[in-house]
């Protein structure tokens, strides 16, 4: 995409080398007039085709003049490489890390970017009303994947592939604004692709969703993920845990907290190895002009120094697997921690400036880091194995089945009785579905791992860098799957802790640092 002031004609040539740009793609043009006056008013919109996996390319925009070439590359093919990311939220437009951000961005080591939401800030609050026109600047100025262009207000939300992981961009902002019949159309939606998702869970075992506002906060300003009855809570919390998500990014509070898993303000498990819930972080941190969020819940209030000192977490994979394990013979209520204490890392003041980054290493391990001035403010290790069984029970399932069904039908009147049959199609805004043939309304077993996206106060922002240098892993990774094959019904997501000093791994990692061509993934004292 690209602007101008006044409307010419121009193109992208762009080609597999420099001086030899031998394909032309012609652009969609729009103008834009929601701005002002001496602002770029005309917005270009090409898309790039028969692109090969794994290769760079270079391009230029081309007028009357030959623009300054850029470049970018194409991801591999498979999910036998282990793909990087820069992710943050609330940002806007003053915040201290910009320029390490672009360092980051000019390094070469990350695949994309994830902004969840809030990059900019408007200069008029409207009294405090959210309306339709609030997403213009977003729907204008940026594509996202698989979206028409100018995006749809009923269209805010998609998902796409990199590697071993399947994203999710998903809107919250389709709970607070005045037409609710989008919450009917995006749960359609996600219950449409996260099925779909599963069936391909073997090609991409990590399902990561990633969306603006949290579910869940210890912060003390009366925001939706402050309350009981949020509303992101209550219209996402079952989609995603009946579907399995495991990792869930967001943002919106100015401040940083890392959840243990958890699900319907309980916890599931106090470690991150095999977690039979999502798992949510919040990063919000990255510098807002209105400065941090408050905390609430014994938030720590301590120096910098001694807060770096005391509360960095930075725990071997051998103390999650020895630490707070499940009972493989007790249910799945039982594992459940009834205190409500869900945060397991939490900082406000002294997180502000600070950004999230994460590589996905293989289908079982991932590596999350917070960090502020070039050091860990938080990291941990996520591990997830071969599901072999499921612990939630059937009643469970159906409740929250049933759960789900009910907020569809509150927010879709063309869905009536009779009861819908499975298989049928269903009318959700003038478009149909066939997401009731989807196995989370069948009322069978599953749980599989899932992650969100969204930008611009809900709809999420992913800036693909245009220099991406993307490493493989010197070995191929065990073949491990996440999941069984035996139809939803039988199929389960939820793996529980057992035996896994059994299950040797030799996996191989590339090391950003140059100072080894590769390095163990795990140390020798690091026995799984």
């Known amino acids: 995409m690209w602007s101008s002031v006044v409307n010419c004609s121009s193109s992208v040539k762009y080609g597999d080398t420099m001086w030899n ?58 999910n036998e490489w282990s793909p990087s990311f820069l992710l943050f939220g609330d940002l806007g437009v003053e915040s201290l890390i910009h320029p390490i951000l672009t360092n980051e961005a000019l390094s070469g080591k990350y695949s994309a970017f994830f902004h969840i939401g809030d990059f900019a800030y408007n200069l008029e609050d409207n009294g405090g ?7 213009a600047q977003y729907c204008y100025r940026f594509s996202m994947p698989g979206t028409s262009w100018p995006m749809k207000m009923d269209k805010l939300w998609y998902s796409f592939d990199i590697g071993p992981i399947h994203f999710i961009s998903y809107s919250t902002e389709v709970f607070f604004i005045k ?28 399902i990561i969703a990633v969306g603006h506002r949290p579910m ?40 940083y907290e890392r959840l243990y898993p958890v699900y319907n303000g309980k916890v599931v ?3 991150y190895t095999d977690a039979a819930a999502p798992i949510h972080i919040i990063t919000g941190a990255a510098g807002s002009k209105w400065g941090p969020d408050p905390m609430d819940r014994d938030a720590v209030n301590v120096t910098h120094e001694e807060f770096l000192q005391n509360n960095t977490v930075n725990v071997t994979h051998q103390e999650l697997l020895q630490n707070h394990t499940v009972d493989n013979n007790s249910t799945f209520e039982e594992n459940f921690n009834n205190t ?11 997180s502000l400036n600070s950004y999230g980054r ?35 029970s059937k009643e469970l399932q159906k409740k929250i089945i049933q759960t789900v069904m009910d907020q ?20 959700v805004n003038g478009s149909q579905h066939s997401v009731l043939s989807s196995p989370f309304l069948k009322g069978n077993s599953s749980q599989t791992l899932i992650i969100s996206l969204s930008a611009v106060g809900g709809c999420i922002l992913i800036l693909i860098t245009v220099c991406m240098v993307i490493r493989s892993n010197r070995n191929k990774t065990s073949p491990v799957t996440s999941w069984n094959d035996g139809g939803f019904v039988k199929r389960s997501f939820y793996r529980n802790i057992k035996n896994l000093e059994n299950d040797i791994m030799t996996e191989e990692m590339d090391m950003h640092d140059g100072s080894l061509p590769t390095s163990k993934l795990l140390s020798e004292n690091m026995d799984i």
């Open 21 to 78: 740009k031998n394909y032309k793609a012609e652009p969609t043009t729009v103008f834009f007039n929601l701005t002002n006056s001496l602002a770029r008013h005309y917005y270009y919109h090409a898309v790039l085709k028969n692109l090969k996996p794994n290769a760079t390319y270079y391009y230029s925009i081309v007028n009357s003049k030959m623009v300054t070439p850029a470049y970018f590359k194409t991801p591999p093919k498979g």
């Open 129 to 135: 009303q959210i309306d339709n026109e609030t997403f």
């Open 179 to 206: 037409d609710t019949k989008h919450i009917a159309t995006q749960s359609a939606w996600l219950i449409d692709d996260l099925d779909k998702a599963n069936k391909q869970r073997k090609d991409h075992p990590w």
């Open 216 to 255: 869940y906060c210890s912060n003390s300003n009366d925001d939706d993920c402050t309350l009981e009855n949020s509303k992101v809570k209550e219209h996402l919390e079952n989609i995603f845990y009946i579907a399995g998500v495991d990792l869930v990014f967001e943002a919106h509070e100015h401040s």
């Open 269 to 271: 498990s106090e470690n």
């Open 340 to 350: 409500g204490n869900w945060t397991a890392f939490r900082q406000s003041e002294f």
């Open 358 to 392: 994460f590589t996905v290493y293989n289908c079982t391990h991932l590596f999350w880091e917070q960090v502020q001035d070039g050091k860990d403010l938080d990291s941990i290790w996520i591990v997830k194995g071969e599901h072999t069984k499921n612990n939630v």
């Open 408 to 427: 569809l039908a509150s927010t879709t009147p063309k869905v009536t009785t009779p009861p819908i049959a499975v298989g049928t199609h269903v009318t």
